[in-house]
Each structure stands twice: as C-alpha cells, then as structure tokens.
C-alpha cells in the first residue's frame, strides 16, 4: 500500500489544489493531504478552518484523509509510513522552489520521495493568495473555489474581514 502526503498551506483551498488531490488519489493507495504551519505566512483561516473546508471540497474521495500538522515534512511522512511527496506546479518559479525542498526533504529522509503533478491549464494562473485578494476587492471567486466551501471562504474574506 503507497501512501502519498500532499502538503499545503491552503488558506484557502482552491480548485487546482482540488485537482492535484484528485488526481494523487488515483495514482496512490493513500493520500494525506497535510495542512501545515506556514511560519513564513499569517494565514486568514486557523488550522482547523483549513481542515473543515478541505474535508468538504474532498468529500467523496475515499482514499483522501485531512490532518494538520507542524514540523519537519518528512519526519511527519516517516510517522505515517508515506512514501511520496506530491505537490502541484503551476510555473518554472513553482520549481524552482520546489526542487529545492524536494532535495532538502531527500538529503533529511532518501526513502521518501518527492513527485510533481502539473496543474491542468485552467488552473495554472490560480493561487490562495490570488483567491483573497479578488474577494477582498468583492470580486467573484466562484471560478476559483469549490462550489461548497464558496460562501464560508466568501464570508471570510469579503471587504477585508480576517477573524481567526
């Protein structure tokens, strides 16, 4: 059984996050999609706001669970007997980044590695941090957010609001 773990920050969950998770869980036993603490970010949603929202964007895909979680990536993947890193690229600046951190996280564990899945071209433009700002300025996110958690991302982020 392959267990794969999904990392983000996902504040908030967006359609190209969706569609990597999908598509992991087709390819792997086993999907974790882990919501870490970002302490480079101040995120608009707690941790468990994060989980609550993922859990409704995922609901049906079986192999899928939600976990928070702090610390090192791959010790958490070693705790889980994950084997693979999935994360989502959407531009060479995504690698560049992402390449560095996988050779990090082979040089700490090399029994986990790291697979990159690229985003579908309808996502490519598409982030978190895209998705706040439109919805701070009252614009419409509903092409970038899954259609049940919109209105709870909607209520968050309208007009500048940041309750955590």
């Known amino acids: 059984m392959t267990t794969a773990i999904c990392p983000g920050s996902f504040d ?77 690229l959407r531009a060479v600046s995504d690698f560049e980044y992402e390449f560095q951190m996988a050779l990090t996280n082979n040089k700490l564990n090399p029994d986990i590695e790291t697979v990159f899945l690229t985003t579908s071209s309808e996502n490519m433009y598409l982030s978190s941090s895209i998705v706040k700002q439109v919805a701070q300025l009252g614009g419409d996110i509903s092409p970038f957010v899954p259609e049940c958690v919109h209105d709870e991302i909607l209520s968050r982020l309208k007009k500048g609001e940041n309750k955590k």
Do not use: W
């Open 12 to 88: 908030p969950v967006t359609l190209g996050h969706v569609d990597i998770i999908k598509r992991a869980s087709k390819m792997f036993d086993r999907v974790i999609v882990a919501v870490l603490v970002n302490l480079a970010k101040v995120p608009c949603f707690s941790i468990d706001e994060r989980i609550h929202l993922l859990e409704k964007a995922t609901e049906g895909i079986e192999n899928v669970e939600i976990v928070g979680f702090d610390g090192l990536l791959v010790d958490y993947a070693a705790q889980n007997n994950a084997t693979v890193i999935v994360k989502g």
